[in-house]
């Protein structure tokens, strides 16, 4: 039962990796060039044939698990937007420091980021600085 629901996710929705249209065009003109940690896999045209109407080759990837775009590592972006012309397999990619791991969307849990001085943090509202004065209608 399990397979028949996984099944009818991958024909009627798009968020759960590819869709059937995505999978025909990927057996017929991609060309498997490497996976990430996340299972992303990333697809180019078959031999880096230029497209006549874009003028570059086609790159995209099939997500691992939910679409979702920031899963894509930085030095996998780099050669999905033709930043940079040799994908991170061919070569000893390091991140940069800066580069921060993959971080899922927190928004409606507990983890979501609350600036000071919301009404749903943790900790009590900071009381105003005395530069503030409510309005009133009588002036």
Known sequence: MNSIVRTLAKVFTWWNGQTL???FHTWRN???VGADETGNTYYRTIGGAIDPALGFERRWVIFGGYSEAST??????GWLHH???TPPTAETYVAKAWQKPHRPNMTGTPEAWRPPGSTLAANAR???SGDYEAWS???
């Open 30 to 32: 991609g060309e498997r």
């Open 83 to 85: 930043t940079v012309d």
């Open 137 to 139: 209608p009588e002036g």
């Open 72 to 77: 894509v590592p930085p030095g996998w972006y």
């Open 126 to 128: 900071p009381p105003a």
């Open 21 to 23: 249209n995505t999978r």
